[in-house]
């Protein structure tokens, strides 16, 4: 017997189509059967969305579930399950695990321990070395073969010019796009926040914005020679989206991404020593901050992703120095998004559900963030009107390392089907 699902009086927004329009949404064994028209719901389940936005389903192409190795922090359960509250379907995590994701072997176990949870799906992105220790090629082959989407060396860049050529080439031939943490160590080694007024302020070392951006001018020359496809994580300074921007010029296959946190917080926001603010790339000053979101609003930015990065109370609230970087982001991501990019006129609405949909996958090749007929049953509901308060103690992360608490927003509560069932809401 067919399972049929019936989303009613949305406002249904479909950046793959165009599609704009208060209309019903038909699923039907776990695809989308119909979009607007007539839709008969006689004898499905129906869900009202009256006064709310229906999107394709949000992937996150950018999370740490931390899971083997670092369950006391996240694991792949309650990872995608904060995903889930967040109105994400779809997350893509990074391999810096314990054991690091350098084999098909532990490709496979999060595939299958996702796929055991039924719930959020789950796209593991593979290490670019073996250790992420910058050195040895990883087994991207068998990887790929077991199903990464990417592979990147997340956290840890990869300093050696002539691996990552190899590196390229061999992602070239697999298709698959190379993503890169771009940081020179030796320009950041020691520092905990932005290089500025503020670290000299605070009497913490800096991070100068130069780090990341001789990484990216040094990683698009090698694009250049290989064609590989390669994209930027965590873009964070105003030099490298003007890098992005002049080699996409150039028609080199070069993407990039923004975090939330990044468009949304500056260097000058940190609170005195709380190391909710520490992460990586630091939080940058005004200029850097006004360059992310005007390389958003050019389209330079191909992507939004929340760098979901969890840890436990024990490892983030030590001294500032010695707290690891990062911050949760999955359940923040749509109201920050609609707070600082929406509401303020400087995007539409719909190019905000285009870099959570379209976007990632079109890096990634996904064949997700679409609701053509047809398609996977992956659908994200959300509100930009109403108003509510972020509570982190009540998150569905296993940690509470956010800057974000207590904040209120108007939008953001979101409800995640995957597949035609609902995983995760915090919709009233």
Known sequence: MSRRLVIKNGRVMDPSSGFDAVADVAI????????????????????????????PGF?????????????????????????AAGGFTTVCCMPNTNPVN???????????????????TVYPIGAIT???LGEELASIGSMKQAGIVAISDDGKPVMNARVMRRAMEYAKAFHIPVIQHCEDLHLSHGGDMHEGMESVRLGLRG????????MVARDILLTEVTGARYHVAHLSTKNSVA??????????PVTCEVTPHHFALADSDVLPYDSNYKMKPPLRSGPHVQGCIDGIVSGTVDALATDHAPHSGADKMQEFERCPFGILGLETAIPLSLHHLVHPGRISLMKMIALYTTGPAGVLRLDRGTLRVGAQADITIFSATQK?????????????????????????QATAIVAGRVVGSTLG
């Open 28 to 55: 039907e064994d776990e695809v989308i059967k119909q979009v607007g028209g007539d839709v008969d719901a006689t004898g499905a389940e129906v869900i009202d969305a009256t006064g709310l936005i229906v999107a």
């Open 59 to 83: 992937i996150d192409m950018h999370v740490h579930l931390r899971e083997p190795g670092f369950e006391h922090s996240e694991t792949i359960e309650t990872g995608i399950n904060a995903a």
């Open 102 to 120: 350098d084999s098909a072997m532990v490709t496979n176990y999060i595939i299958e321990k996702a796929r055991r949870l039924n719930s959020v």
């Open 130 to 132: 073996k250790g992420s």
């Open 207 to 214: 991070i100068p914005a130069c780090s990341e951006d001789v």
């Open 243 to 252: 890098m992005v921007a002049f080699a996409k010029a150039k028609g080199l």
């Open 388 to 412: 509510w308060t972020y509570d982190v103690n009540k998150s569905k992360s296993k940690s509470r390392n956010s800057p974000f608490h207590g904040h209120e927003y108007v939008g953001g």
